[in-house]
């Protein structure tokens, strides 16, 4: 599914994003990226939605070569792949049901389409009620439901987190945890990166550790650590 | 069609939920249309008003009382044959008679003096227009020849030339004023909107970069603000042209009596409004969208 050979991102002489990866996400895993600040795990998610592109090396994404990808195909790159931010970045000025809508309007769909399916996903991650709040009127969990909505709408193959329950108090991160299980239950791989150990450790599944822009463990049962203990 | 639909959808929701903002750039351009259509104002009364002046200025050739009725005519048909003149009016001995009887018919003493003469001691008049007040000076000069030393008793050009010469400078340096006030007023105008669309798109720079990681497409992010450039366009030039055109109606009662004409800038805009709105909605369309687009270009590099 995600396939990335020797990547390496470089800003500055000095400024190393990520240093010669190799890492293979087959279809339908649920993988955390772990490490500290500044190990590379948020320009690992912006080469995966094409915010940036690599240095060297090569990134396939379903078979797509995602590493000299065209302006123009970007959009279509990132209408596949359902993005969760810290932040939400929802649209301020549109209605939680508008935000979710907006996702596949970008596509194209039907007018149809989107009112039959924007209130069955809503009213999947607890939000039927609340679809003409706009997002100042929702809590940061109910913030960060509206988000998973929106990148569930068009059915990705790959969702990926950027801590996700950063701005969250513990019951929403339980909350929002066990919609991104049932998530990847029906089939969707998750690429979450986190900081929290408790959720990386009650997921008992795959662990890949950054540290300096290398991986420095990847273990398919993992817990949360920061020292290199299988590769 | 689905995606034009909806761009045109999200351009009003856009302007409806940014209502302040929306308003804020409708004033600005409303204010700076009124601007240009002040300068409209004072070109255009400036160029009727020194147009009327040069009317009213003519040259008078006085013929001799000795002069014959065919030399008359020969001066009559050379006058009005050369190039620089665009209207000759003969008036006979009766003709400048009754003329000055009627401009002095309240003065007694004069008709009185005129009452003790046997004969009619003023002779033919030709009355002579020119296309440029510059030209007076040829059809003098071409009358100043041995031929028609007798035949033409006076000219009065001597006596305006210092007027012409006046109208011609200030018309000149009205004229060059108004074009420099022109460029000086489009410049500020550009910046004026410039700034005005880019703190318009500042201001939504977040959403821009949330529409672009949601997958739209440049076009689609790009879309809503061509149509709100359509939608301010319309309302600033509606707002102004209305306003104006009320103005006209004002300023009309204090610059009729200057130009003669009451109803002169009325008329003016009543004649050509769909041309001054046309122009003025293509202007403010153009400068807005070429605004946003290039304010937006950063926004949408990610």
Known sequence: MIHLTSVSKQYTADSVGLADVDLSIEAGEFVSIVGQSGTGKTTLIKLLIAEEKPTSGQIEIGGWDISRIRQSDVPLLRRQIGVIF????????????????????????????????????????????????????????????VV???????????????????NLDSINTQEIMEILKKINEFGTTIVLVTHNRDIVNQLRKRVVVLQDGKIISDERHGKYHLSATAV | MYSFLRIIRFALQDIARNIGLSFMTIFVLVLMLLSVNTLLFIRLVTTEATTSIRDQIDVSIYLSLEATADEIDEVYTYIASLP????????????????????????????ASLEELTENPLGATIVVKTKDPADYVTVIEELSIPEYETIVESKTFTDTQGAIQKIDVITTNVERFSFALTAFFAIIAFLIIFNTIRVAIYTQRIEISIKKLVGATNWFVRGPYVIESVVFSV???????????????????????????????????????????GIQFGIVFFLTLISSLLAMRRYLRT
């Open chain 2, 84 to 111: 620089e003149v665009t209207q000759a009016t003969f008036f006979s001995q009766e003709e400048v008679l009754d003329n000055f009887r009627t401009l002095y018919h309240d003065n007694e003493n004069i008709l």
């Open chain 1, 86 to 145: 810290q932040d939400f970045k929802l649209l301020p000025k549109k209605t939680v049901r508008e935000n979710v809508a907006f996702a596949l309007q970008v596509a194209g769909e039907p007018h149809k389409r989107i009112k039959d399916i924007v209130p069955r996903v809503l009213e999947i991650v607890g939000l039927g009620p609340k679809m003409e709040r706009y997002p100042h009127q929702l809590s940061g969990g109910e913030q960060q439901r």
């Open chain 1, 148 to 166: 998973i909505a929106r990148s569930l709408v068009h059915r990705p193959k790959i969702i990926v987190a950027d801590e996700p329950t950063g």
């Open chain 2, 235 to 277: 309302f600033s030039v509606g707002i102004a042209i209305s306003m104006v055109y009320i103005s006209t109606g004002f300023l009309d009662q204090y610059l009729g009596v200057i130009l003669g004409d009451p109803q002169f800038l009325t008329n003016y805009y009543f004649l050509h409004i769909l041309s001054l709105a």
